[in-house]
């Protein structure tokens, strides 16, 4: 069960990366779920990690690797999260990390480890390392899709974007894959995204630009509230272009990339929404008239992760009083009622303290009747406004945590 568009767009190639993805067996057998993407030498790559205290090993060792040397290979693994291990977790990561480096001819640190999945139980490291030769022989620049289906979890659909723009009369193109359908609050969900271009980006520009647009949007989901222990965003430039180096951030050619980028980003994120475990709504909840950001934010979250809220929007049932109270719930100091409005797409339900006058209850149904619609929550309070993304809360997304292990 997924919303919207179940097809994967053509995910074009970008020069100076090259994928490939086969089956190691890690969870189950002849099933894609070890993905390799190699980076040319002389490419810009930056992250952005999981906030979790309990960071999976894989996290731990990106984090190191990323700091010490330039990346040439991110390693990525579906079935096993090597999570919640230890030391021995880190053995596991580092493992992997090794036998690559010693077949492709490269510095242990030079390879990322990701990887998702169930957490606790050992990653079976020796599996990844035998399919590793025949992984590496078979890089390509074209197998974005095939890699978007390998690191699927309980996601039920690849997701992926790409898009070419023009840049100061240059083609500029950005490809990316993301995966996440539960676990997902990210605090950079379980989710991954993985996205490249062939634009040359000072690393330092690169690292602010991904910051940037994962605030905008992996940081604005939630499904279920909880952040996982693997969550990870990678952004790789890797120059093969004839635009001049982006240097400035406040330079034309930055501002028109950092706008592509946030729209790759946030067409990744909305993906992860949509394919949320038993997923049947998507709903943006935009909070606005805030007196600040992380006030905004906190009112949206409250509303977006009440599971009050989130049943009557699987039932389309408009009882507008769950979303009222959990606005009035968020602790936002010397909150005046009074000054309140909230909305479903543009039918006002509640102004001035209590129900709108003009509010009919047929014209609330059949709002949340759709597949997708927007909850607006106006404070009166200020000027800051914020928007993010849940979905509603079924009776599949029960079964599929259930039986995650199973």
Aim: glycine fraction near 8%; proline fraction near 4%; hydrophobic fraction near 40%.
């Amino acid at each position: 069960m997924a919303i919207g568009p179940d097809h994967i767009p053509e995910m074009l190639p970008i020069a100076g990366i090259r994928l490939g993805s086969t089956g190691a067996g890690i969870k189950y057998e002849n099933h894609l779920d070890l993905t390799l993407i190699e980076i040319q030498p002389g490419a810009a790559c930056t992250g952005v990690f999981t906030r979790n205290a309990f960071c999976a090993a894989p996290v731990t060792v990106a984090r190191q690797h990323l700091q010490n040397s330039a990346p040439r290979y991110l390693l990525i693994n579906s079935g096993n999260a090597n999570a919640g291990l230890g030391q021995p977790g880190l053995d596991d990561a580092h493992k992997c990390c090794e036998a690559l480096a010693k077949h492709a001819d490269c510095g242990a640190d030079q390879v990322l480890p990701f990887s998702t999945g169930v957490i606790g139980e050992r990653l079976p490291a020796d599996k990844i390392a035998a399919a590793l030769p025949q992984l590496h022989s078979q890089l390509s620049n074209s197998s974005w899709a095939e890699a978007a289906r390998a690191i699927m979890t309980t996601d039920t659909r690849p997701k992926g974007f790409s898009e070419t723009v023009q840049i100061d009369g240059h083609p500029i193109t950005i490809t990316g894959i993301s995966k996440g359908a539960g676990m997902i609050k990210p605090d950079m969900a379980t989710m991954l995204a993985f996205i490249a271009t062939d634009a040359d980006i000072e690393p330092a520009v690169l690292n602010s630009m991904l910051l940037t647009a994962a605030n905008r949007s992996f940081n604005r989901i939630t499904i279920d509230g909880d952040t996982s222990t693997n969550d990870a965003c990678m952004l790789i430039a890797s120059g093969q272009t004839e635009l001049a180096t982006i240097s400035d951030s406040r330079s034309a050619s930055a501002v028109q990339f950092q706008q592509l980028l946030d729209r790759a980003c946030e067409s990744l994120a909305v993906a992860i929404v949509q394919d949320g475990e038993g997923a049947t709504k998507l709903v943006e909840v935009i909070v606005e008239q805030a007196k600040s950001s992380s006030e905004a934010l906190t009112v949206g979250y409250t509303v977006a992760e009440s599971p009050l809220v989130k049943t009557a929007i699987f039932a389309s049932d408009p009882n507008w009083g769950r979303i009222l109270a959990a606005v009035g719930r968020t602790g936002v100091s010397d909150l005046d009622v009074n000054g309140i409005s909230i909305y479903l797409d543009d039918v006002c339900i509640v102004e001035k303290g209590g129900r709108s006058e003009s509010y009919r209850e047929k014209q609330g149904a059949a709002v949340m009747q759709q597949e997708s619609f927007t909850i607006v929550i106006r404070l009166g309070r200020g000027k800051c406004a914020e928007k993010l993304w849940t979905t509603d809360l079924s009776y599949d997304y029960i079964r599929i945590n259930a039986e995650y292990r199973s």
